[in-house]
């Protein structure tokens, strides 16, 4: 850390770093729009005859988990009825293809997120486990007693508790960086805890609960003068926004294939890959070793040395599929519909008596998460009511308890919207809420 003028000189070369931001939330280009209806004809779920009085589904919970595009469908019932069989470890044709698939999808993967090399993306389940594998691994062979971790009040539950366990288990110190009252990163509460010199910090890319977009390239930049490692949760942002791990300069970034319309069993962890050559197994048995002996074993290099057994190979061939069909639409098309949905959503539903918007209320720091509250009502109750009208919201805290303390709202309502979104869907939860009101009036 460069601090030889002093603590106050470090703290106000940070405040100029962080004054002097650009955001890295993607300009909106100019580009051809989206059609959202003509894209909701590729996703069977989406286009199922509605119950009897019932009309289309309004699926407004992506954030949770996409739906799958008929060739994601279409590309995993291919596999099992011509390509299953184990991988790595074949010699004959099936295996050898699956194999190769296996592979082609992770170089796919690495270029989907520009990746230096497809060494540094490991298949994992999903974010969660991207994030554990980090923290056991990375984490025991690095953090000490007294040492410091940083995540911020802003996150999910899986990128706070693995690093609550492992500063349990080796006596370090927490820092958590505070939000706005507007759900914004407190920058400067992250250059404090930066000043104090942490092994890492761990922070979401786009708040799964509020959709704010943190400005992740100047926060790695930051952690980095201050000597930490940088975990980025990309769970919301890489199915949603061009990103470029290079760019960003993080060193770990985590994200889950089943919320970028991919199957639900596969996810990356990408790692710069001096640190995961570094790092010692998460995960031990068969694949990810060298040379077993009863005593003692040597590791397979990676990614190999953190796929230890059998890995979803369907899910992770089929991932590439979810991905080439996002980078053929473009991914700045895909996110300039969600920004034009969620700003058309903001406006309108503003119309509704008693709503309370949460989180950002300036649209240029916003994705495509939306979540609200009334006063009187509960938030189960007005998602129980709209999914009546058959329009799919989630309620409740979102796997984000820490933050909806610090924001005082104990739930809230929330929708998501993706690619296959559009204006009606929008129209549609607005009149579902008005009629919530109607009900409680
Ligand atoms: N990080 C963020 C920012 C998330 O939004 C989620 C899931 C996760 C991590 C965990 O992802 P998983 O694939 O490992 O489960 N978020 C949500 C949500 O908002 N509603 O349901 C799951």
């Given at each position: 850390?460069?601090?030889?003028?002093?603590?106050?000189?470090?703290?106000?070369?940070?405040?100029?770093?962080?004054?002097?931001?650009?955001h890295?939330?993607?300009?909106?280009?100019?580009?051809?729009?989206?059609?959202?209806?003509?894209?909701?004809?590729?996703?069977?779920?989406?286009?199922?005859?509605?119950?009897?009085?019932?009309?289309?589904?309004?699926?407004?919970?992506?954030?949770?988990?996409?739906?799958?595009?008929?060739?994601?469908?279409?590309?995993?019932?291919?596999?099992?009825?011509?390509?299953?069989?184990?991988?790595?470890?074949?010699?004959?044709?099936?295996?050898?293809?699956?194999?190769?698939?296996?592979?082609?999808s992770?170089?796919?993967?690495?270029?989907?997120?520009?990746?230096?090399?497809?060494?540094?993306?490991?298949?994992?389940?999903?974010?969660?486990?991207?994030?554990?594998?980090?923290?056991?691994?990375?984490?025991?062979?690095?953090?000490?007693?007294?040492?410091?971790?940083?995540?911020?009040?802003?996150?999910?539950?899986?990128?706070?508790?693995?690093?609550?366990?492992?500063?349990?288990?080796?006596?370090?110190?927490?820092?958590?960086?505070?939000?706005?009252?507007?759900?914004?990163?407190?920058?400067?509460?992250?250059?404090e805890?930066?000043?104090?010199?942490?092994?890492?910090?761990?922070?979401?890319?786009?708040?799964?609960?509020?959709?704010?977009?943190?400005?992740?390239?100047?926060?790695?930049?930051?952690?980095?003068?201050a000597?930490?490692?940088?975990?980025?949760?990309?769970?919301?942002?890489?199915?949603?926004?061009?990103?470029?791990?290079?760019?960003?300069?993080?060193?770990?970034?985590?994200?889950?294939?089943?919320?970028?319309?991919?199957?639900?069993g596969?996810?990356?962890?990408?790692?710069?890959?001096?640190?995961?050559?570094?790092?010692p197994?998460?995960?031990?048995?068969?694949?990810?070793?060298?040379?077993?002996?009863?005593?003692?074993?040597?590791?397979?290099?990676?990614?190999?040395?953190?796929?230890?057994?059998?890995?979803?190979?369907?899910d992770?061939?089929?991932?590439?599929?979810?991905?080439?069909?996002?980078?053929?639409?473009?991914?700045?098309?895909?996110?300039?519909?969600?920004?034009?949905?969620?700003?058309?959503?903001?406006?309108?539903?503003?119309?509704?008596?008693?709503?309370?918007?949460?989180?950002?209320?300036?649209?240029?720091?916003?994705?495509?998460?939306?979540?609200?509250?009334?006063?009187?009502?509960?938030p189960?109750?007005?998602?129980?009511?709209?999914?009546?009208?058959?329009?799919?919201?989630?309620?409740?805290?979102?796997?984000?308890?820490?933050?909806?303390?610090?924001?005082?709202?104990?739930?809230?309502?929330?929708?998501?919207?993706?690619?296959?979104?559009?204006?009606?869907?929008?129209?549609?939860?607005v009149?579902?809420?008005?009629?919530?009101?109607?009900?409680?009036?």
């Amino acid at each position: 850390m460069t601090n030889g003028g002093g603590a106050d000189q470090w703290r106000e070369e940070m405040r100029l770093a962080i004054d002097t931001r650009t955001h890295t939330t993607p300009q909106v280009a100019p580009i051809d729009a989206l059609d959202g209806a003509a894209i909701r004809a590729d996703f069977p779920v989406l286009n199922q005859e509605p119950r009897p009085g019932k009309r289309r589904l309004a699926f407004l919970d992506s954030a949770a988990s996409s739906q799958k595009p008929r060739v994601v469908i279409d590309a995993l019932t291919t596999y099992y009825a011509q390509h299953n069989a184990n991988i790595h470890r074949g010699v004959y044709d099936l295996s050898e293809i699956a194999t190769q698939r296996y592979e082609e999808s992770r170089k796919a993967i690495a270029r989907f997120i520009n990746a230096g090399s497809a060494r540094e993306c490991v298949f994992v389940r999903n974010t969660t486990e991207a994030i554990n594998l980090v923290a056991n691994s990375w984490g025991r062979a690095n953090i000490k007693a007294g040492d410091l971790i940083v995540f911020t009040t802003m996150e999910h539950h899986s990128n706070i508790v693995p690093w609550q366990l492992i500063a349990e288990e080796r006596g370090a110190r927490l820092g958590h960086v505070r939000v706005t009252p507007d759900g914004r990163l407190d920058l400067e509460h992250l250059a404090e805890l930066l000043a104090e010199e942490p092994k890492l910090v761990a922070f979401t890319h786009v708040s799964n609960s509020l959709g704010t977009v943190n400005p992740v390239r100047e926060m790695v930049s930051l952690a980095h003068a201050a000597g930490a490692v940088t975990v980025v949760d990309a769970a919301q942002s890489v199915p949603h926004m061009a990103v470029n791990v290079q760019d960003l300069d993080c060193d770990f970034l985590a994200f889950s294939g089943h919320k970028m319309l991919g199957p639900m069993g596969a996810g990356v962890l990408y790692g710069k890959k001096r640190l995961l050559d570094a790092m010692p197994p998460f995960l031990g048995g068969g694949s990810m070793i060298r040379k077993v002996t009863l005593d003692r074993t040597t590791w397979a290099d990676v990614p190999a040395k953190f796929e230890a057994g059998t890995p979803a190979v369907a899910d992770a061939i089929v991932l590439n599929v979810a991905a080439d069909y996002l980078s053929t639409l473009g991914m700045d098309r895909v996110w300039r519909h969600e920004r034009e949905l969620v700003d058309y959503a903001l406006d309108r539903i503003r119309e509704v008596p008693g709503l309370v918007v949460i989180g950002p209320q300036d649209t240029h720091e916003r994705s495509g998460v939306l979540s609200f509250a009334f006063d009187e009502i509960h938030p189960h109750d007005v998602a129980a009511i709209v999914n009546e009208d058959n329009v799919a919201v989630r309620a409740g805290h979102h796997c984000t308890q820490p933050l909806m303390a610090a924001l005082g709202v104990p739930a809230t309502t929330r929708a998501s919207f993706y690619l296959y979104n559009d204006e009606e869907d929008v129209e549609r939860l607005v009149e579902s809420l008005h009629r919530v009101v109607e009900i409680f009036r």
